[in-house]
C-alpha cells in the first residue's frame, strides 16, 4: 500500500521525547539511535516512510510542534 502521508520533523529543534513515536498507529517513526541533532538529542525520523497514513497523531503529541504532516493527493 502506497503512502498517504509525509511527515516532516525539525530535526534541531527535536528533543527525542519519544511520544511521536510511541502514538503512531504504523510504527512509521523511530528515534535515529546513530545520530543526534546539534544539542545532542536522537531525533525522531520517519523509519518506514511508506507506512504514513497521515493520521496526524504525531504532530498533535509533540510538546513542541516540530512536526508537520502532509497529505498526499490521491
Known amino acids: 500500500m502506497p503512502a498517504k502521508g509525509y511527515v516532516e520533523i525539525l530535526v534541531d529543534t527535536c528533543k527525542g521525547c519519544g511520544l511521536c513515536v510511541a502514538n503512531c498507529p504504523t510504527q512509521c517513526l523511530a528515534l535515529k539511535q546513530d545520530?543526534?541533532?546539534v544539542y545532542g538529542y536522537h531525533y525522531s525520523y520517519m523509519s518506514?516512510?511508506?507506512k504514513?497514513?497521515?493520521?496526524?497523531n504525531c504532530a498533535v503529541m509533540c510538546p513542541?510542534?516540530?512536526i508537520t504532516v502532509y497529505k498526499k493527493k490521491s
Do not use: G, H, R, Y
Request: contains cysteine; proline residues 7%.
Open 48 to 50: 518506514e516512510p511508506e
Open 52 to 56: 504514513c497514513i497521515a493520521c496526524m
Open 64 to 66: 513542541d510542534s516540530v
Open 35 to 37: 545520530d543526534t541533532n
